[in-house]
């Protein structure tokens, strides 16, 4: 079973990586072409800033999912440097209790916010809004899932 875990966290990974690094790909492309085309033949591509703006908002939360998934976020761990032991423990798991909450409750509020917006369309693109924005609520239910697999360690994790 673990092998399977640790392939299925490769994929996973490789394929958030994959996703972000296309989309950055794409986005620098789509400026620097509007750029080029306004300054070169004085007319740009109106959409490509929409869509820029829209794949950056994508990439930033696939960032932050692989960022939370291998703890490379802004950290102030200088409390929990001196911990050792059951002091450790009960710290890690009423941090990680905290981010599950403000987790889920970022997710609940986001598909609110995605129901609020179903009929909207973007001005140039005409892409739904919702879709837009449907990477929040799928970017917090990945990282929920994360963080309850990073509770497991927690519990199963032998403390010195």
Not at 12 to 26: C, L, P
Not at 39 to 53: D, K, Q
Request: glycine content about 4%.
């Amino acid at each position: 079973m673990n092998k399977f875990v640790e392939k299925l966290d490769r994929v996973f990974t490789k394929s958030v990586e994959a996703f972000t690094f296309v989309g950055f790909i794409a986005m620098i492309l789509l400026v620097f072409v509007n750029v080029l085309g306004r300054f070169i033949f004085r007319m740009g591509i109106t959409e490509s800033e929409e869509i820029a703006r829209i794949l950056f908002v994508w990439i930033t939360y696939m960032g932050a999912i692989l960022c939370f998934k291998t703890n490379s976020h802004v950290l102030v761990d200088i409390l929990i440097n001196f911990l050792h032991g059951t002091s450790r423990k009960i710290v890690d798991t009423i941090s990680n209790l905290m981010v599950t909450g403000i987790l889920a409750l970022t997710f609940y509020h986001s598909l609110n916010l995605i129901k609020v917006n179903m009929g909207t369309l973007t001005p140039l693109t005409k892409i739904p809004l919702a879709l837009v924005e449907a990477i929040v609520p799928i970017s917090m239910l990945i990282m929920l899932i994360i963080n309850l697999y990073k509770m497991v360690q927690i519990i199963l994790k032998k403390y010195d």
